[in-house]
């Protein structure tokens, strides 16, 4: 049976837009026998789901609180899913076995460079949750040399220490009530939850050239890209990151190559509109 399923898993997962950019993709791409559903599961949950998935299934898209439950399913890993620590993909392979990847750091490279941020020497990264991995995966690969890492607790930035050593990134920790002074990087990457970082909307001294992504993409703009939208900077958005490592998930489940990126994007971005 050849694949011809995928999904996205998490909890909740009602909200997800993955389902809406890969169904765009199959009809771009004349996959008409493919289907891509959702699944709301936990981390107890998702073993017994993958368990349980026929031939059929081609792979599955990972979101919270899933990925480094679904990285320990995998029987191999890519080099940026194992340093991370994290998979948002799983790929099914030929002998019934997962592959598991991390596409949100293949994407986070991909739009910072699209925006311009090609070989940042400073980066700034908000935040010490699973997106702050990814961005480190990034700095890595965008040659930073000075990372530093923002958040409110030390512990969470003890906790990425382990990805950063792996990454081969040096990472300084910063207190949450110093962030301000670190906008001037040549990139920010801000990775927390809505509203944390609106103060700091006031507080930016933004320079010219700094390339700022920022994970939220509802309510946008956030009061942070804004103002540097304001003065004339760079700005990625959530979306613009959701969109991008979903085309290299649709490429590693139904084997099309490149993504029919410009139908995924005009149908996230019109539901994203609509919501």
Same mark, same amino acid.
């Given at each position: ?130 997106? =702050? $991995?990814?961005? &480190? /995966?990034? *700095? @890595? +690969? ?7 890492? #923002?958040?409110?607790?030390?512990? =969470? $930035?003890?906790? &990425? /220490?382990? *990805? @950063? +050593? ?7 920790? #910063?207190?949450?009530?110093?962030? =301000?002074?670190?906008?001037? /990087?040549? *990139? ?15 507080? =930016? ?71």
């Amino acid at each position: 049976m050849q694949p011809s399923r995928a999904a996205v898993c998490g909890k909740p997962i009602a909200h997800s837009l993955s389902p809406v950019i890969h169904r765009a993709g199959y009809a771009a791409a004349g996959l008409t026998h493919w289907q891509y559903t959702s699944f709301e599961v936990d981390e107890l949950a998702l073993p017994g789901l993958v368990d349980s998935l026929g031939p059929e299934w081609a792979g599955l898209s990972l979101t919270m609180p899933l990925k480094e439950t679904a990285l320990r399913l995998a029987a191999e890993t890519s080099p940026l899913a194992a340093a991370t620590g994290a998979a948002n993909t799983l790929v099914r392979r030929p002998d019934g076995t997962w592959y598991g990847d991390n596409t949100d750091a293949v994407g986070m490279i991909r739009v910072l460079r699209e925006a311009g941020a090609t070989a940042p020497h400073s980066l700034t990264i908000l935040g010490g949750g699973g997106t =702050a $991995r990814a961005a &480190l /995966a990034a *700095a @890595a +690969e965008l040659g930073a040399t000075e990372v530093a890492v #923002v958040t409110r607790r030390p512990s =969470a $930035r003890d906790e &990425l /220490a382990p *990805a @950063a +050593e792996a990454l081969g990134v040096h990472i300084t920790g #910063v207190p949450w009530d110093e962030a =301000a002074p670190t906008l001037t /990087a040549d *990139a920010v990457i801000s990775t927390v939850p809505k509203g944390a970082a609106d103060h700091l909307a006031i507080e =930016a001294a933004w320079r010219a050239g700094t390339v700022l992504f920022d994970a939220i993409y509802d309510p946008w703009p956030t009061p942070l890209a804004a103002s540097a939208s304001a003065k004339g900077l760079a700005v990625i958005s959530g979306l613009d990151l959701l969109l991008a490592q979903a085309l290299s998930q649709f490429e590693q489940f139904t084997g099309v190559r490149p993504a029919p990126e410009r139908a995924m994007r005009e149908a996230l971005f019109v539901a994203a509109a609509a919501r």
